[in-house]
């Protein structure tokens, strides 16, 4: 079965500051990874996904994520925020098996001036 | 249409009484997702559309929560005898065909509050 953690509900941070945001997941088999952000008042959309090949896997506004399948992570970065991040973040796991994703939690950026 | 486009945007009703949703999916994606967001948590996953193939309905909570789909177009959700734990956002989403690991579209969601 798919599972996934996001650590952390709320993170906040300043303003040209490094943003990591951590995502970890349980898969039977190589998962497929995805972060969606959803900003305020409107859907979520899709921000990056590591499918198969490079475990760096780069997307929009400067966000990147690294899959490290020894610590089951997908953790996401960005190395200077900006006040425009400001959102709620969501990681999803998809199994090959699977015809659905299953979703984190959330975390919820705050971008301090 | 240009995205998934989800109708009402906001529904309140009273404890006891049914309500529909509806969502209209991007135009040529065969694959149409229910989720429901509660306040504070993640993505709960309802049920799933995939072209003509039986619908997945294994996240759907109780039988008062059923949903169709008119041919590879328009989905509507079902509540019926609505109760207040049911208040949620209620996310539709659809895919491109063929590919389980294809992004999904995300509608802007229908907030449903039962009083």
């Known amino acids: 079965a798919q599972s996934v953690t996001q650590l952390g509900s709320h993170v906040s941070v300043s303003e040209g500051a490094l943003v990591l945001l951590r995502c970890n997941y349980s898969?039977?088999?190589?998962?497929?990874l995805f972060w969606y952000v959803q900003y305020p008042n409107q859907g979520l959309q899709l921000l990056l996904k590591?499918?198969?090949?490079?475990?760096l896997v780069k997307g929009i506004n400067g966000f990147e994520a690294e899959f490290k399948k020894s610590e089951t992570s997908f953790h996401l970065t960005k190395p200077s925020a900006h006040m425009s991040d400001a959102a709620e973040y969501f990681c999803?796991?998809?199994?090959?098996?699977?015809?659905?994703?299953?979703f984190g939690s959330g975390t919820q950026l705050t971008v301090l001036p | 249409g240009a995205g998934v486009s989800q109708s009402p945007s906001n529904k309140v009703t009273e404890k006891g009484k049914d309500v529909e949703l509806r969502c209209d999916p991007i135009?040529?994606?065969?694959?149409l997702y229910w989720y429901r967001q509660r306040l504070g948590q993640g993505l709960e996953f309802l049920i799933y559309?995939?072209?003509?193939?039986?619908?997945?309905k294994s996240g759907l909570p109780s039988d008062r929560f059923s949903a169709e789909r008119t041919g590879e177009s328009v989905s509507t959700l079902t509540i019926q005898r609505t109760q207040q734990e049911d208040s949620a956002v209620y996310l539709c989403?659809?895919?491109?065909?063929?590919?389980?690991?294809?992004?999904?579209?995300f509608g802007n969601g229908t907030r449903l509050t039962v009083t």
């Open positions: 590591y499918t198969t090949g490079a475990t």
């Open positions: 559309f995939q072209g003509n193939s039986a619908p997945d």
């Open positions: 898969s039977s088999v190589p998962p497929y």
């Open positions: 999803a796991v998809s199994e090959s098996s699977a015809r659905q994703l299953t």
């Open positions: 989403a659809s895919s491109s065909p063929g590919q389980y690991n294809s992004p999904l579209h």
């Open positions: 135009s040529g994606h065969t694959a």
